[in-house]
């Protein structure tokens, strides 16, 4: 087990108790770049983020996150840190979904509300404030299932592009689909408990996945208490994994039962709104990436849209770090955005 850190003088003592005291005081300013809210469906809201100068690229980016779980902010975590700030220096449109906080009344909300109505709406309101014929689609995590089905649900939605990254496609692979398995989650049962799937059962079960997490960052915290560069990063990101956002229960129970436990999407039997699915009839370029060390969405099951797909030009990626650290992390900012972005100018 590792040691804990050893203090020789009382001015390293102080150094770490100031350093806590910073840590643990007030939370860290966040979400600081400018930005425009251009649309809404239901509680989702579409913010536009001005490129510097004005835009250098025809084509809009829409990127479209998860949905609940955690905030969307860690697209746009600090200056200097913000992958927002990033996209509007190299002059690229920038579009974000927040699919806001869910209450007892979305209850209801399922994966049809989502693919066949929400994310479609949403493309065209992107387009229509861009003046633009067409998009880059951007699915992160969640978000890629869920363009994806509505892609394949509506080729004709006016994406030029698409863009997947550490989304689970092949939901075969990885932990998650054993602690959700049929025989031992009975998902019916959990989620008729409640009116929505709580953020501590959710935060419960991504803690699962790395249940020394919070012991390896209480140890990091120790160790860099008097680094204030480091703290200010660490409160960033700290109150950005501490913010959970409860699931609504129809859709958990859609996302749970048609994707881990029946692997529905990839198997080409996921049905949206009666019609099934075929990956196949997303024809557009993609790019799809997947991450090294990413314990929630392994690299295979992200690859697995490659195959799926029915584009000619299509590109898979595996970049190091992990689920976070690949879009919001330091190597993101050395490596993954600059990689983006040479790959949104070839396709714009």
Known sequence: MAQAPVFESDNELLRLAQGLRSALGAPAPVAQSRRVLVGFRGKARLFYYPPLGGPRLRTPLVLFP??????????????????????AAEGVPFYLVDWGIFGPEDRDLG???????????????ALRHARAEAATVFGYCMGVPMTASALAFDPS??????????????????????ITDEDRFDVDAVIETFDLMPAEFIRSGFKMLNPLGDLQQAKALLENAGNRQWLEGYKAMNRWASEWIPLPKQFFRH????????????????????????????????LCIG??????VPAASACALIDAVGSADKQFLEL???????IAGRR???QVWPALADWLRAHD
């Open 291 to 296: 991450a090294t060390k990413d314990d929630i």
């Open 111 to 125: 994966l049809d509300d989502i693919v066949a109505d929400m994310i479609p709406s949403l493309l065209r309101q």
């Open 157 to 178: 939605l006016p994406a030029k592009n698409y863009l997947a990254m550490v989304g689970p496609i092949d939901f075969s692979i990885g932990e998650f689909p054993r």
């Open 66 to 87: 998860y949905l609940g779980i955690s905030r969307p902010y860690i697209f746009d975590l600090r200056p200097g840190e913000s992958f927002a700030e990033f996209l």
């Open 332 to 334: 993101a900012r050395t």
């Open 255 to 286: 996302w749970v039962r048609h994707f881990y436990q029946r692997n529905e999407l990839i198997r080409g039997e996921l049905r949206i709104m009666g019609q099934p699915i075929d990956l196949r009839r997303i024809t557009a370029p993609v």
């Open 320 to 326: 190091e770090g992990g689920h976070i650290s690949v």
